[in-house]
């Protein structure tokens, strides 16, 4: 081959490289969008609208356990979709679970309310989520794998994190555009402001859908592939079924080492919203420092990642860690400030430091604890049983929020000095999962063993 065919084909590989890795970050935000749209939305307005029965706290504990309800479905999802993605390619399974995301998003913004329908209009809204749950488990491990399997070794780490800088990006056009309606007056805002939202998904579900579509599949799944054809004679077994016979361990330090980052993930997207409006500031002020702190968490995700790509992904992990471990009460301090200034300061602090240092390398260091013919469905179940711990932290915060009102204090942020405790207690699970872990930054991906580092 000449040198000038030599560059034409790296030029050729560094373009579809770009090309995968804006597909995994608009393809993840464009899920995110819709998934934490639902968040944001059971902060403000579920409550009311499907629970208008209860009282303020009951009825937000509710709302909350419908957006957990999400978080339970998407483990089922990791394990549908990770198998599709493991046998027919990662490609086909990403188109899918967009096109459900975006169907229940739109779904969510038709929905009558218990007003409306009464009792019925509650059950419809968990149905789907679990939708949106399914679709979102299936999502992540996708996308974070055609970024892993495109990109180059020394890369992995700072590509995969592509998928997670696609969550902040969500929430933070998801942020924006509740926030822009939430401007309307409380009545029009709870009638039908709500509601757009929701349904402007159909038209970036299209763009994701024209953007996903141009990608290339991943070369390891190709190769992977290959190999398995030439064993027609081998009947191949479930991916799940791989996973737990060959990759039981990984699965338990994975789905563990991810339970700090995605619990602060959930607590910054709902229920930090709903301790900022309880000090008395607007919710529109407080969405809107929100979307501030997201904008720079998608940069501080790429770079806690690309730092993992030079020290480790323990290192950064446990650093991560310990230094939420340090600061989760200043930040539930400045959360409950009742001060603009200090609660965007709070943001920042939890979103675009704290969950960023141990969601950064995440990515990475799941993934690359499976073998390449269970990738999707290891890496997408770990991930999202991980994930389930996260989804049960709104509701978890809500009723120690309760307990600390009654026994600690009734006005101040110190009510809430029991949330601080669980965030803590997530922190030392990471650490304990990724210290009896080993380091994955050198492992080689083209087997289908993930025990080979060099």
Partial sequence: MTIDALHATSVDRDREHRRVLASSFLGSAIEYYDFLL?????SLVFGPLFFSNQGP???LAASFATFAVGYLARPIGGIVFGQLGD?????????TTMVMMGLASCLIGLLPTSAQIGALAPILLVLLRIVQGLAVGGEWGGAALMALEHSPKKKRGFSASFANMGGPAGALLATLVFAAFSALPRDEFLSWGWRIPFLLSAALVIVGLFIRMRVSESPLFLEAQKRMDKQKDTKPELAIVTVFRKFRKPLILASTAA???LAFQTFMATFAISMATETGLSATAVLLCKAAAALVHIFTIGYFAHLSDKLGRKRVLIAGSVLSIALSYPLLMLLGSGSVPLVLAGFLLGNSLLQASMYGPL???????????ARYTGAGLAYQLGATVGGFTPFIAAALWELGRNH???SGWQQYSMVGVYLVGACVVTII????GRETKDTELDGDSSARSV
């Fill in 38 to 42: 639902y968040g944001t939305a059971a």
């Fill in 57 to 59: 706290a009951v009825a």
């Fill in 87 to 95: 046998r027919i390619g990662r490609k086909a399974t990403l188109v």
């Fill in 259 to 261: 339970v700090a980052a």
């Fill in 363 to 373: 990515a990475a260091y799941i993934s690359e604890m499976f073998g390449t013919s």
């Fill in 408 to 410: 600690v204090a009734t």
């Fill in 433 to 436: 999962s990724v210290a009896l």
